[in-house]
């Protein structure tokens, strides 16, 4: 009994050997693609207390509400859905305008930013000085961003981790270059820090009237899409204060003609917006 154990003993031990020489790799879980987007849309919307189970909590309610409303005034349930479906879109939708407006409107700011940050290296400044700097002397919408990064900096004195917090309340393209950029300087030395600050500026001031420009011409296209798709919804919706009119769609061929005409609507409207407007600039560098 006594060999078994002893047996027992030293084939754990060499097992746990064995596994001890295997390196050991930590699984990273990916995050929905979703929720990882509302996230960013909520950042660039300036919501940063707002959480996507927030935002999807309200679209539910708001869902909830416009089918009770709309059902007590038609009884009918195809119709009511329909309009409940565009009321918990309806949220995630302003969120999402917000942050297309925002980035629009800092997209002709982020410049005059790093004319800021070249400037006070240039006067003698460390780069946590100069970002630092930028929340009381940089563009009004982005002081509170880097008054927090001065926070943080004082708080711990790691510019690493300081430049990771600062990037993600940005969540904003152009901000990830600015901050590798800087974190790259930050971390290799050289003298060449101000040839790219200034070149970065010339190329964003160069994007931000090439992309102006474009938008101007394409924004009838645009607009042209949401009428189309909304016209018929409204007039569904005046429909819905005559009784007689709507009872059509209480019954399995009005809700076909809703399905259909609601997976038209959508498809169209996503085709306009795709040839219409610009794509986004999407976070490579996050």
Known sequence: MTGILVGLLLGSGLFCIWWSTWPRTERVRERPRLL???EDDLAQAGHHTITP????????????????????????????FCFAAMAGWLPMALVRMRARRRRAKLRDVWPDVVDNITSAVRAGLALPEALAQLSHRGPEELRPVFAEFA????TSGRFAESLD????????????????SLRIAREVGGSDLGVLLRTLSSFLREDARTRAELETRQSWTVNAARLAVGAPWLV????CTRPQSIAAYDSRAGLVVLVVGA??????????MRIGRL???TRVLR
Do not use: N, Q
Request: with cysteine; aromatic share 8%; charged share 20%.
């Open 36 to 38: 990882v987007r509302v």
């Open 53 to 80: 189970r927030v935002l999807f909590l309200a679209s539910g309610l708001c869902s909830l509400f416009v089918f009770l409303g709309v059902f007590a005034l038609t009884t009918v349930a195809s119709v009511a």
């Open 151 to 154: 926070s943080d900096y004082r």
């Open 165 to 180: 917090r600062l990037k993600h309340r940005l969540s904003d393209p152009v901000g990830d270059r600015l901050v590798e």
């Open 236 to 239: 569904l919706a005046m429909l």
């Open 263 to 272: 997976a038209l609507s959508i498809a169209a409207y996503r085709l306009m």
């Open 279 to 281: 794509p986004d600039e």
